[in-house]
C-alpha cells in the first residue's frame, strides 16, 4: 500500500461539511469588510521568501525548495504574504488604487514536525491591507477577525495583542533585551542559543520552561517604544474601544517571520491539550516588504488563520453537525430490460429536478434496498416484469411503507406527494 506523505492528510467526503461552512463564512467576512480574492501560485521564485532579510527558522529551515528542469530555484509557499506581494508588485496594483484590500485561501507547505494542529500541508486563510499605515487600519482587521470568530459561534477565544514598534523602537529594544540575557546565555535551550544569534525577538515566543523562567524578568519591547510608536498603538487601542472588541495586551507576543513592525496580534483559542495549536491566526504590519520585492515604499497589514486550527475549534465545540444527506427516490431494476426501462425513468426524473438514484452494479433485491436505505431514500421505485409489461412502478414510501403500482404518467405528481 502507498500511504500519503508525512505531515499530510486526505478530507473524506463525509468530513466536509464543517470545510463548506468554513468556506461560507469567508465569503461573507470578506464582503462585508470588503477584502477581494487574490489567488497566487502555491510555488514561487525562491528569492520571493528567502531574502536577505528574513532569517525566520520557517523560510530559512521549513521550506520545500526544488530546482526545476530549467534550473530555476523554486519554493512551495510556506505562507501567503509574500506572494500576494509579488503580486502586487508585478501587477503594479497600486496604480489603480492607493489601498488594495484582499484575501486568500490555500494550501501552505512547511517542513514541520508533524503534530494535531501542524501538518506539513495545510491551510491559511489570510487577508491582506496593502497601501495605508492608518491605526484605523489595525484596528479594522482586528475588529474583522473578531467578527469572523464570533460568526463560527466560537467562544473562549481571545485577541492578544503586541507592539514591536518601528525599527528605531526595535534597535532600543533588541539592545536592552541582548544585554539582559547575555548572562544567562549558557542556561538557554539550543533553539534559543541560535535565536540569540539571528534574532533575539524570538526568544520572548520560546515554548522551553526554562527560558521562560528566564524571560520572566526580561525588558519588555512596550518600555522601548519611540513616542512614534507608543501614540500608534494607543491610536490602534483607541479605535478597539470604539469597535467594542475586547483584546488582552500581552508582551511576550512576537511573530515568527521577520517582517513584522509596529502592533502585531494572534487570536487565540482555549483548547486543552492543544497548546501551541491554540494559535488560530496572527498577523500583524509590516513597512518594507513591498520595496524588498521590488515596489514603492509600501505599508501594509494583514494577517493569516489556520484553517485546520479553525477547525479543530469547531470540531471542539461541536458547533457544525454532518449534514444527513437524503435523496427523493431510489429505482430498484432486476433484469436487463428493466434496467433500461429504469434508466428511462432514472433520466426523466433528474431532468425534472429530482434527487435520485440507481443500481449500477447487478444486486438482488435485498441488497438494492440496503444501499436506498443506508442513502436516506424517501421512496424506492420498484420495477419488475409486471411494471414493464403494464407501463408502470411500484412506488414505496419508505416511512409509511406504503407501496402502490401507478401508471408512469402518473409517477412525477405521486412523487412530488410522497416526497413532500
Ligand atoms: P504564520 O504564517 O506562521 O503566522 O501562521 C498563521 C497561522 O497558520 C497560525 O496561527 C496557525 O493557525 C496556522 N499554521 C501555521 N503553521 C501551521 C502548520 N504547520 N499546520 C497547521 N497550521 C499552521
Same mark, same amino acid.
Given at each position: 500500500?502507498?500511504?500519503?506523505?508525512?505531515?499530510?492528510?486526505?478530507?473524506?467526503?463525509?468530513?466536509?461539511?464543517?470545510?463548506?461552512?468554513?468556506?461560507? =463564512?469567508?465569503?461573507?467576512?470578506?464582503?462585508?469588510?470588503?477584502?477581494?480574492?487574490?489567488?497566487?501560485?502555491?510555488?514561487?521564485?525562491?528569492?520571493?521568501?528567502?531574502?536577505?532579510?528574513?532569517?525566520?527558522?520557517?523560510?530559512?529551515?521549513?521550506?520545500?525548495?526544488?530546482?526545476?528542469?530549467?534550473?530555476?530555484?523554486?519554493?512551495?509557499?510556506?505562507?501567503?504574504?509574500?506572494?500576494?506581494?509579488?503580486?502586487?508588485?508585478?501587477?503594479?496594483?497600486?496604480?489603480?488604487?492607493?489601498?488594495?484590500?484582499?484575501?486568500?485561501?490555500?494550501?501552505?507547505?512547511?517542513?514541520?514536525?508533524?503534530?494535531?494542529?501542524?501538518?506539513? $500541508?495545510?491551510? $491559511?486563510?489570510?487577508? +491582506?491591507?496593502?497601501?495605508?499605515?492608518?491605526?484605523?487600519?489595525?484596528?479594522?482587521?482586528?475588529?474583522?477577525?473578531?467578527?469572523?470568530?464570533?460568526?463560527?459561534?466560537?467562544?473562549?477565544?481571545?485577541?492578544?495583542?503586541?507592539?514591536? &514598534?518601528?525599527?528605531?523602537?526595535?534597535?532600543?529594544?533588541?539592545?536592552?533585551?541582548?544585554?539582559?540575557?547575555?548572562?544567562?546565555?549558557?542556561?538557554?535551550?539550543?533553539?534559543?542559543?541560535?535565536?540569540?544569534?539571528?534574532?533575539?525577538?524570538?526568544?520572548?515566543?520560546?515554548?522551553?520552561?526554562?527560558?521562560?523562567?528566564?524571560?520572566?524578568?526580561?525588558? =519588555?519591547?512596550?518600555?522601548?517604544?519611540?513616542?512614534?510608536?507608543?501614540?500608534?498603538?494607543?491610536?490602534?487601542?483607541?479605535?478597539?474601544?470604539?469597535?467594542?472588541?475586547?483584546?488582552?495586551?500581552?508582551?511576550?507576543?512576537?511573530?515568527?517571520?521577520?517582517?513584522?513592525?509596529?502592533?502585531?496580534?494572534?487570536?487565540?483559542?482555549?483548547?486543552?491539550?492543544? &497548546?501551541?495549536?491554540?494559535?488560530?491566526?496572527?498577523?500583524?504590519?509590516?513597512?518594507?516588504?513591498?520595496?524588498?520585492?521590488?515596489?514603492? $515604499?509600501?505599508?501594509?497589514?494583514?494577517?493569516?488563520?489556520?484553517?485546520?486550527?479553525?477547525?479543530?475549534?469547531?470540531?471542539?465545540?461541536?458547533?457544525?453537525?454532518?449534514?444527513?444527506?437524503?435523496?427523493?427516490?431510489?429505482?430498484?431494476?432486476?433484469?436487463?430490460?428493466?434496467?433500461?426501462?429504469?434508466?428511462?425513468?432514472?433520466?426523466?426524473?433528474?431532468?425534472?429536478?429530482?434527487?435520485?438514484?440507481?443500481?449500477?452494479?447487478?444486486?438482488?433485491?435485498?441488497?438494492?434496498?440496503?444501499?436506498?436505505?443506508?442513502?436516506?431514500?424517501?421512496?424506492?421505485?420498484?420495477?419488475?416484469?409486471?411494471?414493464?409489461?403494464?407501463?408502470?412502478?411500484?412506488?414505496?414510501?419508505?416511512?409509511?411503507?406504503?407501496?402502490?403500482?401507478?401508471?408512469? =404518467?402518473?409517477?412525477?405528481?405521486?412523487? +412530488?406527494? +410522497?416526497?413532500?
Amino acid at each position: 500500500m502507498i500511504n500519503k506523505v508525512k505531515g499530510t492528510y486526505d478530507v473524506l467526503p463525509n468530513e466536509l461539511g464543517k470545510w463548506y461552512f468554513l468556506e461560507q =463564512k469567508i465569503k461573507e467576512i470578506t464582503k462585508k469588510y470588503h477584502y477581494y480574492e487574490l489567488r497566487t501560485p502555491i510555488m514561487e521564485y525562491s528569492n520571493v521568501f528567502h531574502r536577505e532579510t528574513e532569517l525566520s527558522d520557517m523560510v530559512t529551515k521549513e521550506t520545500y525548495n526544488f530546482v526545476d528542469k530549467g534550473n530555476r530555484d523554486v519554493t512551495l509557499r510556506p505562507e501567503g504574504t509574500a506572494g500576494i506581494i509579488r503580486s502586487y508588485v508585478e501587477n503594479k496594483l497600486y496604480v489603480a488604487s492607493d489601498l488594495l484590500k484582499v484575501y486568500y485561501v490555500g494550501p501552505m507547505f512547511r517542513y514541520e514536525r508533524p503534530q494535531k494542529g501542524r501538518y506539513r $500541508q495545510f491551510n $491559511q486563510f489570510g487577508l +491582506e491591507a496593502i497601501g495605508s499605515k492608518s491605526s484605523l487600519l489595525d484596528a479594522e482587521l482586528i475588529k474583522l477577525s473578531n467578527d469572523f470568530i464570533e460568526s463560527l459561534g466560537l467562544e473562549n477565544v481571545t485577541i492578544q495583542i503586541n507592539s514591536i &514598534g518601528d525599527s528605531e523602537s526595535r534597535t532600543n529594544y533588541l539592545n536592552a533585551l541582548v544585554s539582559y540575557l547575555t548572562p544567562f546565555y549558557e542556561e538557554l535551550s539550543n533553539d534559543s542559543k541560535e535565536r540569540f544569534k539571528n534574532n533575539p525577538l524570538r526568544i520572548l515566543d520560546s515554548k522551553d520552561l526554562n527560558d521562560q523562567k528566564i524571560i520572566e524578568n526580561a525588558p =519588555k519591547p512596550i518600555d522601548y517604544l519611540s513616542s512614534y510608536s507608543k501614540k500608534y498603538l494607543d491610536d490602534v487601542l483607541k479605535y478597539l474601544e470604539i469597535f467594542n472588541v475586547k483584546y488582552n495586551l500581552n508582551n511576550k507576543l512576537v511573530r515568527g517571520l521577520d517582517y513584522y513592525s509596529e502592533v502585531v496580534f494572534e487570536v487565540l483559542a482555549d483548547i486543552k491539550g492543544l &497548546g501551541n495549536g491554540n494559535v488560530l491566526g496572527g498577523g500583524g504590519r509590516y513597512e518594507n516588504l513591498v520595496s524588498e520585492l521590488g515596489g514603492p $515604499q509600501t505599508s501594509a497589514i494583514g494577517i493569516a488563520f489556520g484553517i485546520e486550527r479553525l477547525l479543530l475549534a469547531i470540531e471542539h465545540q461541536e458547533i457544525v453537525k454532518e449534514e444527513v444527506s437524503e435523496i427523493d427516490s431510489f429505482i430498484i431494476t432486476f433484469s436487463e430490460n428493466e434496467k433500461l426501462y429504469g434508466a428511462k425513468i432514472f433520466n426523466l426524473l433528474r431532468d425534472k429536478g429530482f434527487n435520485v438514484d440507481i443500481e449500477f452494479n447487478n444486486k438482488n433485491f435485498k441488497q438494492q434496498l440496503k444501499k436506498a436505505l443506508a442513502k436516506n431514500s424517501k421512496t424506492l421505485i420498484i420495477i419488475g416484469e409486471n411494471e414493464l409489461k403494464n407501463e408502470t412502478v411500484t412506488l414505496k414510501n419508505t416511512k409509511t411503507e406504503i407501496q402502490t403500482e401507478i401508471k408512469l =404518467k402518473d409517477l412525477i405528481t405521486n412523487l +412530488e406527494k +410522497e416526497i413532500k
